[in-house]
C-alpha cells in the first residue's frame, strides 16, 4: 500500500498536461500491462517451440512478477511520469532507454540471487539468461512506441486540422536560404504558411525536387505558377539579388493582387547574428538594393584591429552604422563622440549588449572598450580633452548639421557647427598625429546652391589643407541620400502615407542618388583603406548608381503600403524649398576623377590643388562672421569662397558685407591682402551696367515679379558673338536674357532664373525669348547691310524646356516670322543630355526634322568625370560643341585642367564636330586656345554681350569684333 501510495502522488499532474485525453494515469496502467506482457513475448522469442513453455512455467510467472514491480518502481524513482509527451523528442527517447537500461541490471541481480537460493533443490534455471534483457528490448521498444506513436498521432491531426488554415505559398529563390525557409514554414505550423513550389532562375534546378517541394520555373513564370497551383502568398527568398529584380518580382505580384514577402538582405542578416532570418514586408530598401558590395575585409581590419577610433556624429544614421562595422573589426577602443545624449547611449547600449554575450562565449577574448563621450565639436577645448585623454589613431568625422531649408535659414549654426566643427577637430588630429582621418562628406557640397552643401564644401577644403600640411592621409567621402536616415524622404513618407497622405512633393522631377546606409558605411570603410595607401589629401566620391525621381520613390512607397496614388493616397507638389536642387551634380569644377582598385569608388585626382590659397585666414573671417550672427557676411564670403556657390534666396549687400568685412579685419588683426581673395572672379567691365546686388526680393516677390515683367515687357536680350579664332568674323549671337526692373535695375539671371525654373515660370519666359529672337532675326533679314547668314543661339538650361510645346511653338514663330530654321542654334547643356535620354530623344528628333542647328552646351564636365569623352549615343544628333567656360577658367593655373581641355577637343575634331571654347577673358586664355583649336570661340575678350542694336552696328559695319587685333 506504501508503494501505491508513492506511486499515484508521483505520476499525479495538471489537467493541461493531456494527450489525445490521456495522461500520466494512463500511462501507468498501460505501462503496467506492457510490464506483465513483456516476459511473456520474450519467453516465446527465446524458446524454439511453444511447447517448452510448459517447463518454465512457475519461473515465468515470478520473473513476471519481479520484472513489473522493478521496471515501474524504476521509471517511477526516475520521474518517467512527470513528462509532458506533447513535446517528446531524443531526449526522452534517451531517459526511456536508460531507465529500461537500469530496470534490466536490477532484474539481473535479483534473478541471480533468486537462482543462488533455488540452486540446491534444482538442475534448471527458473527462467532462460537472455529473458531480462529481451524484456528490456520489448519493453523499450512497447514503452517507447506508445509515447512516440501517440505524439505522432496528435501532430498529424493538428496538421491535418491546420491544413486548409494555412496559406500556399510560391518561394521564389531555391539556394540555401530558400530551403532553410520552407523548412522553417514546415516545422513551425504557426506560421499559418504551407510552401508549394520553387521558382529559381538557374536553369540546371528546373524540375528538381528539393525536399519533395518542386522547381517548377523561373521568376518569368511567376504569374501562370500563381494560377495553377493557387498560390496566396510569394515569398522572395534571395538576400543578395538586385533590387530591380525584387520590384520585377514586386511588380508582378502587386499586378495579380497576391502579397508579398522576403527575407531581410545580406547586411540585415549578418547583423542578426546567430539569430534565424524571420520574413518581412518588402521595404523600399529593397527595390533599391544591388548587388553585394565586394570590400577588402582584411584591409579594413589592419587598418582598425587594435586601434584606438573616434567617431564624430556616433548616435546618427551614419555615425551609428560606422560603430557596428567598426566594432567588428575589434579596435582596442572606440570613443562615440555626439551632442545628442539619447542616441549616443542607444549606440552604446546596443554594442554593449553584444559585448556582454561575446564575453559569457569567452572570458578571456580581448574586447572592444567603448567610451561615450558627450561633446559639442564647436568647444575646443572640450574636443581637446578627448585627444589628449585618449589618444585616437583613426578618426571618422560623421557629425554634421545636414537639413537642407533648415540651415538655409540658419546660415550661423551650419557655419559653426560643418565648418568650425571640423577646423577644430583637424587642428587637434594634427597636434596629436592622428594617423587617419575621413570625413563624411555630401553630393550637395557639388555646386551647391545652399548653406548646407557650402559649408560642406568650405569643410572639405579644410581636409585637404590639413592633409598637405600633416603630410597624412586624411580623406573625404563623398556621397548622395541614404535611404532611412533621420530627417530623409522615406520616414516622412511613411508618416504621411501612415495619416492617410497627401504625400508632399516639392517638385515632379527632382531626383536624389539614394544608397542604403550600410552600403555607404561599407565603402567609406574601403575608401578609407585606399586613402592610407596615399599620404596626399583625397576626395573619393562613391558610385551612387542612377538618380532616383523622388515621385518614383513615393509612388513605390504607396505601392508597398497597399494603396493606390490618386485612389487612396495622393501626392501633392509644393514647390522646391530654399536652397534645394532639382538634381545633385557630381563634379566641382575643375575637378577630374579617375577610377579606383574599387570599382564603386572614384578618386578626385587633382583635388588637393583645388585650395584658396589663404584658405585658413578666409575661414577664421567666416567664423567670426558665423559668431556674430551676420548673414549677409556669411553668404558674401560662401559666394567667393565655394566654386559654383550661388545663393537663391539670401540676397548679398555687397556695401553692408564689406563694411562688416574691415570691421572683423581691423578687430582680428588678419591681413588686409584677403579682401583681394574675396572679389568677384570677373569683374563687370565699365561699359556693362551692374548687377544690382541689393534686391531683398524674397522667392515669392520674384515670382510675382516675373509675372509682372512679361506684362511689362521688363525683360530684354543681349546678343554675344560667336567668333572664328582665325578671322574673327562672326558666326552667330548667344541670346541672353536681363531683366530691367523699375526701381531695383538690372537683375542677374543667376537670381530669377532658378525661382523661374521652380515656379514652372520658365516656360513662359523661354516662349518670349523664341519670339524676341525670331522677331530679331526678322528685323536683322529686312536689314540690306546685314549678313543673312548670322544666327542666333538659345539656351535650354532646364529639363523642364524639353516639350514638344516648345518646339511646336518654335515652328510657329518661324512661320510667323518667315526665319529660315537654320539660323536658330538649340543649345541643350551635356548634363542634362546625360540624366534625361528618353526627353531628349524625342526633343532631338522634332528639332532635327524642323531643321533647327543643335549644339551641345557646357561640354567638359561629364568628360572630367571618366577623363576623357565619354561616349553617349545622342551626341551624334549634334555637329556642334561649346566647351565648358570654367575649363577654360583653369588652364592658366591648372595644367591638368589644360591637359584635360586639350584632349576633350581633340577627340572631338576627331569625331568632327564643330567646337566653340567659351570664357575668353584675356589674352593668356586666348594663346592657349588657339594652340588647340581653330573653330570658334567666345568671352569677354572677344566682345561682351551687345544689345541689339549695338550688335546691329557691329555685324553691318565690318562683321568682325571691335577689338579683332587681339587675334593677332
Known sequence: MRLKKLSWERITIGKNKKLLNLNNRHFFILDGFVFCLTPVLAMILRLDHIEALQEYYKGLFIATIIFSIVKLFTFIIGGFYKRYWKYASIDELIEIAALTTTAVVIEIILLSILQYIIGTETEHYLVPRSLPLLDGILSFILIGGVRFSVRATERKNQQRKNFYKRDRVLIVGAGDAGVSIMQEMRRNLKLGLNPVAFVDDDPKKLGLNIQGLPVVGNRYRIPEIISAHNIRQVVIAMPTTAGKTIREIVDVCQAIGVPVNTLPSANEILDQGNRIPTLREVKIEDLLRREPIQTDAQGVAQLLTGKVVLITGAGGSIGSELCRQIFRCRPAKMILLGHGENSVFNIQEELQQVLHILQQEDSDRQLTQLVPYIADLRIKPRLEDAFSVYQPDVVFHAAAHKHVPLMELNPPEAITNNVLGTKNLLDLAISYDVGNFVMISTDKAVKPTNVMGASKRTAEMLVLKAARTSGKPYTVVRFGNVLGSRGSVVPTFKQQIAKGGPVTITHPDITRYFMTIPEAVQLVLQAAVLSSQNSQGQ????????????????????????????????????????????????????????????????????????????????????????????????????????????????????????????????????????????QPEFIPRSSLPSFNYVTRLTPIELRRGIKQALENEEFSLYYQPVMSLTTGVIREFEALLRWHHPHLGLISPQKFMPVAEESGLIIPLQRWIIEAVCSQLKRWQQDPNFDNKIGVSINVPSLQLLQTSLVKYLRLNLDKYQISPHLITWEISEYLIAENPQPAIAILSQLKQLGIRLQLDNFGRVASIYGHVKPNSLYQEFKQVKIDRYLVGLIERDRQAWDMLRKIVLELKKQSFSVTITGIENLSQLNKVKEIAEDYGQGNLLSQPLSSAEATNLITSNHTVFNKSNLN
Open 539 to 678: 576626395i573619393f566620391m562613391l558610385n551612387m548608381g542612377q538618380p532616383i525621381k523622388i515621385v518614383d520613390l513615393a509612388r513605390d512607397l504607396i505601392s508597398l503600403s497597399g494603396y493606390e496614388v490618386g485612389k487612396d493616397i495622393d501626392i501633392v507638389f509644393t514647390g522646391l524649398r530654399p536652397g534645394e536642387k532639382l538634381y545633385e551634380e557630381l563634379l566641382v569644377e575643375g575637378e577630374e576623377y579617375e577610377s579606383t582598385a574599387h570599382e564603386k569608388i572614384l578618386v578626385v585626382k587633382n583635388a588637393s590643388r583645388i585650395i584658396p590659397p589663404n584658405l585658413n585666414t578666409t575661414i577664421n573671417i567666416l567664423c567670426q562672421a558665423a559668431k556674430r550672427n551676420d548673414i549677409n557676411l556669411i553668404i558674401f564670403l560662401l559666394d567667393r569662397l565655394v566654386v559654383g556657390y550661388t545663393s537663391k534666396y539670401q540676397q548679398i549687400n555687397i556695401e553692408q558685407a564689406q563694411d562688416s568685412l574691415e570691421q572683423i579685419i581691423s578687430q582680428t588683426h588678419e591681413l588686409n591682402s584677403v579682401t583681394l581673395s574675396l
